[in-house]
């Protein structure tokens, strides 16, 4: 969804742990990633992990909503809404209070992110990033990426 602030995607709850669907709508062209989600509070490190790698391998900030509390009997919440950099780093974070936090990162900070730590770039060289519409076999594209690697 494009607005004043960037083009946001969004990956709800459990799918953020997926790297491919964040890369996919990175590719699409997000700059933000929004999270809304329940995480456990079991799956607490789960959540810190892969906010800040979502936000370093793609180079987008992640704005992650994180439900807190207890629903009766049911489980506990993790809470800890973040917001992530795009270089993996943690800029704001709440606990397991409700509340609002906010962030600003300008369009500049995202494209030094990028040139700094280079995935999106290094992936399009080495072939792992195509068009859409491409009818090429991608398990042969990923074949060739990784023989470029090694």
């Known amino acids: 969804m494009s607005t004043p602030f960037g083009t946001i995607g969004v990956v709800i709850c459990y799918e953020a742990?997926?790297?491919?669907?964040?890369?996919?709508?990175?590719q699409r062209g997000a700059d933000v990633i929004a999270v809304p989600s329940a995480f456990g509070?079991?799956?607490?490190?789960?959540?810190?992990?892969l906010t800040r790698s979502r936000a370093l391998e793609n180079g987008v900030v992640v704005a992650a909503a994180g439900l807190t509390g207890q629903t009766g009997d049911g489980p506990r919440f993790?809470?800890?809404?973040?917001?992530v950099g795009p270089q993996g780093r943690t800029?704001?974070?709440?606990?397991?209070?409700?509340?609002?936090?906010s962030a600003t990162v300008t369009r500049r900070e995202l494209l030094d992110a990028r040139d700094e730590v280079p995935y999106l770039k290094d992936l399009a060289r080495l072939g792992g990033i195509t068009d859409n519409d491409s009818t090429e076999n991608p398990h042969e594209r990923n074949r060739d990426v990784r023989s470029a690697i090694s």
């Open 17 to 26: 742990g997926f790297p491919e669907t964040v890369r996919d709508l990175v």
């Open 41 to 49: 509070h079991v799956r607490l490190h789960v959540w810190k992990l």
């Open 78 to 83: 993790a809470g800890h809404s973040v917001i």
């Open 91 to 101: 800029i704001v974070e709440m606990d397991e209070s409700v509340g609002s936090v």
